[in-house]
């Protein structure tokens, strides 16, 4: 062998020992970022999960089961390409996160016809009660015939009638999960009670009453 060839053999040589490390730092930098990103995702579900239980708990909701299944952890174990999983992994994580503010949103809205004007709620809610009171009152005159105690009928059952409406509106429009700061931290909430509505259906029964009990 020439001493050329044999210089050109250790330089080949050299080479080939320069590109196995280069290949080997590239394979170590990649799994590295491999790991920060897998650990990355663990932390984001872990705290996704305790999020969702949190949630669950506060809108006393059963908690779903988010343990995998064998079935998924062995598709896992199959993964041919762990970029493209965790690149699915995180963008499974982001979709979730806001499936879970978009939940959050909707609790912070009323209890009863979340997208209705409040004024719709009360009057549903005065109205049934009112109602309810009325075919009461009927229901009285019918079997008593009328009498004294038709002055208290006409009075009282209206007025308690407004008021179970006043705590049953206070209910119905108080949001399930209260409003947060920019901080995090709980906000009161306003909820409307609109009394004056309750008192405008109790007078209009108390005529409707006295309409059937002194004229009809």
Not at 31 to 53: C, K, N, W
Not at 126 to 136: D, E, P, R, T
Not at 149 to 172: C, E, I, K, R
Request: charged share 20%.
């Amino acid at each position: 062998m020439s001493l050329s060839a044999y210089d050109d053999l250790v330089h080949e040589l050299a080479r080939l020992d320069a590109d196995s490390a280069a290949s080997t730092a590239q394979a170590a930098r990649r799994l590295e970022r491999r790991r920060a990103a897998l650990a990355e995702v663990r932390s984001e579900l872990d705290a996704q999960t305790s999020r969702v239980a949190e949630l669950c708990s506060t809108l006393r909701q059963s908690t779903p089961d988010l343990m995998p299944s064998p079935a998924v952890e062995e598709a896992e174990a199959a993964v041919d390409d762990p970029d493209a999983a965790l690149a699915r992994a995180q963008t499974a994580l982001r979709e979730a996160e806001l499936s879970v503010k978009a939940t959050v949103r909707a609790a912070q809205r009323p209890t009863l016809l979340p997208n209705a004007h409040h004024v719709l709620r009360e009057l549903l809610v005065y109205g049934s009660c009112m109602v309810a009171c009325l075919i009461g009152q009927l229901v009285y005159l019918a079997a008593s015939g009328g009498g004294e105690a038709t002055w208290w009928v006409m009075f009282l059952p209206p007025v308690m009638a407004a008021l179970v409406g006043y705590l049953l509106v206070g209910a119905a429009n108080r949001p399930r999960l209260p409003l947060t700061d920019r901080n995090g931290r709980p906000v009161r909430p306003v909820v409307p009670h609109n009394p004056r509505l309750g008192v405008t259906l109790a007078v209009c029964t108390m005529a409707l009453f006295a309409y059937f009990a002194f004229f009809a």
